[in-house]
Nanobody, 123 residues
Framework: VQLQASGGGLVQAGGSLRLSCAAP????????MGWFRQAPGKEREFVGA???????YLADSVKGRFTISRSNAENTVYLQMNTLKPEDTALYYC??????????????????WGQGTLVTVSS
């Protein structure tokens, strides 16, 4: 399963970006799809996820600012990021768990990963 993440870029603090993750076939509708990020020198951390059922989850650090959604028709998952902060700067990855494991926040539960898209937030 090849995932294609896009939408990253340079934005000023307080700005917005929308990341997209395109997946083949019915991956989006049948898998748990997650977003993770990794800043330089830090571990990869959970940002958000959407289950095959449509349930969504967001990390506490982004609640109220980020929204995760999906389009089954377009086989795409989105991460809308508003009110961006410099600490949101990271390489953002999308991932797929076709086995629908319980823990959506653990990167170990995802089998397939996109290449990452860089988000840089300037102060």
């Amino acid at each position: 399963v090849q995932l294609q993440a896009s939408g990253g870029g340079l934005v000023q603090a307080g700005g917005s970006l929308r990341l997209s993750c395109a997946a083949p076939g019915r991956t989006v509708s049948s898998s748990t799809m997650g977003w993770f990020r990794q800043a330089p020198g830090k571990e990869r951390e959970f940002v958000g996820a959407v289950r095959w059922s449509g349930s969504t989850y967001l990390a506490d650090s982004v609640k109220g600012r980020f929204t995760i959604s999906r389009s089954n028709a377009e086989n795409t998952v989105y991460l809308q990021m508003n009110t961006l902060k410099p600490e949101d700067t990271a390489l953002y990855y999308c991932a797929a768990d076709p086995n629908r494991r319980i823990g959506v926040a653990s990167p170990h539960n995802y089998d397939y990963w996109g290449q990452g898209t860089l988000v840089t937030v300037s102060s």
